[in-house]
């Protein structure tokens, strides 16, 4: 991974939230609950802040992507799901027929994509079911498909066989990712290395399981009893950042987490010692493609915080640079232009 270029947003404020597509980018403020489309030389095109209550309110994104129309779709921590148009405003909102009983989000997470004029979300809470119960994950259908022509919901896509959640075993709740290219569906649960193939032409049919077999990967250990948050009060465990799936097969983007003799030695259960983790954990990204398999692990360098969108093995991309890690603060966000050599 190289840089090869960088370009600046005029925009003072935080990150949360990110996608970039054709040339295109956005970023979302949730502290100033503010949406900004710019293009890659960093020029602002459009900013809007929204209300946070009200019909109009968009509030707490916790992700969201381009639709291939250039429109965009966002989800939120209350459960929205909102159809922006391409000046941001609110076309409207998706009525889902159950409440989600999903009450936390990993920040820039992608748990939808789109397949023909359909949405595919992870939205647990059909029937009531519940992901923080251990039955969950084996027992329900983990992705709805969100028609957006029709408004028809209906649950698709089971739970890999191979995976340790179809077990006994209590374990930290895993924070689902979503990707789509053609008729593939890939599905992680960043509480394993297992990245599962469904084919959409055939209804959800699972084609296959892959192991991304990272070096390191820090999981707290199966228990016989209820697991609540371990990582952060002892360890800190691995979890994938992102899913991105390509014409050539797919990339993950994970960190390998830290163990707990680690963790306690850098004193890392104190918030004034969280400076330390870029140092400690590292990040990667592992390549797929079904004539080679995958790659070698390619390091993230921690002065990249978010990777924006990657839609190509063969095209540039976009990533966020950390001004924290590097001690600085600007009035500005500083965008990487990035590209992934092949090796001779």
Known sequence: MEIIDSAKVDYLGQVNATDFQKGKGLFFD??????????????ILQQKTF???GPESVSYIGGMRFQPSGKIVVTTLVGDIALLREDLSLERKIQMPFTTELRDMMGNARTFDFYENKILIFYPGRNGKNPYLRD???????????????????????LSPESKHQSDFYYERPFPKVAIHGNLLYLHLD??????????????????????????YVQWEGQKEQVGYVSGNFMSRARSHN???LPQGLIIHYDEGINQDAFMNAGLKDKNNWYKIPDIQKKYLRIYEPELGWSNEIVVPPIIS???????LDKAFYAIRSDEYLGEE????????LRLKRNQ
């Open 306 to 312: 978010m990777i924006m969108n990657i839609e190509d």
């Open 30 to 43: 949730r502290k100033t609950n503010t949406l900004l489309l710019f293009d890659s030389t960093g020029k």
């Open 191 to 216: 509480t394993e290395s297992l990245i599962t193939v469904y084919d959409l032409e055939k209804d959800g049919e699972l084609l296959e399981t892959l192991d991304f077999s990272p070096s390191k």
């Open 243 to 245: 899913v991105y799936a």
């Open 136 to 158: 969950f994950w084996r027992e329900n259908p983990l992705i709805e498909q969100v028609d957006l022509e029709a408004g028809k919901v209906k649950p698709m896509i089971r």
């Open 51 to 53: 209300p946070s209550e």
């Open 330 to 337: 600007q009035e500005y966000v500083t965008l990487y232009k």
